[in-house]
């Protein structure tokens, strides 16, 4: 029998009770890279082939960008600016990896200059997007808005 988190048992792990032979529902905790965070991820339907490799997000902590969004993976945290955070990321049908910035508009519709910093979001995202391939310019490849996040996928 598996075991999953629950009352202290004399038996086994502590805090760990023997799983019930049939599971509706199984979860995966992942701990967030650098961080004492974690976020519980829905692993049950893996096999049902959804759009994230099988995996749905199903709660983080407040302020912790999801660790899925629209395919891909966030990794490692590269760095931090003002208006966000850079991460690896990584995409199962791709063989390379992507950094992503990712933008809590959260904070940004908080701010009392709220417009004028979505009218820069919105102005960044048309620059990159009309950018010719360079050598030493980093490319574009989504940009994109789910829930209160905002994700620049690049190169």
């Given at each position: 029998?598996?075991?999953?988190?629950?009352?202290?048992?004399?038996?086994g792990?502590?805090?760990?009770?023997?799983?019930?032979?049939?599971?509706t529902?199984?979860?995966?905790?992942t701990a967030d890279?650098?961080?004492?965070?974690a976020?519980v991820?829905?692993?049950?339907?893996a096999?049902?082939g959804?759009?994230a490799?099988?995996?749905?997000?199903?709660?983080s902590a407040p302020?912790v960008?999801?660790?899925?969004?629209?395919?891909y993976r966030?990794?490692?945290?590269?760095?931090r600016?003002s208006?966000?955070?850079v991460?690896l990321?990584n995409r199962?049908?791709?063989?390379t990896?992507?950094?992503?910035?990712?933008?809590d508009?959260?904070?940004i519709?908080?701010s009392?200059?709220?417009e004028?910093?979505?009218?820069k979001?919105?102005?960044?995202?048309?620059?990159?997007?009309k950018?010719?391939?360079?050598?030493?310019?980093?490319?574009l490849v989504?940009?994109?808005e789910?829930?209160h996040?905002?994700?620049f996928v690049?190169?």
């Open positions: 029998a598996g075991w999953t988190v629950g009352e202290p048992s004399h038996r792990s502590p805090g760990c009770v023997p799983a019930p032979s049939k599971m529902g199984v979860v995966d905790v890279s650098g961080s004492d965070v976020e991820v829905d692993i049950s339907d096999e049902s959804g759009d490799g099988g995996v749905s997000e199903v709660a302020g960008p999801p660790m899925w969004f629209r395919g966030r990794g490692q945290e590269l760095g600016g208006s966000g955070k991460f990321c199962k049908s791709s063989p990896g992507f950094a992503v910035k990712i933008i508009l959260r904070r519709e908080m009392p200059y709220a004028r910093e979505q009218k979001l919105r102005r960044e995202i048309g620059i990159l997007k950018l010719p391939p360079h050598k030493s310019v980093v490319q989504d940009a994109f789910e829930g996040w905002m994700f690049l190169e």
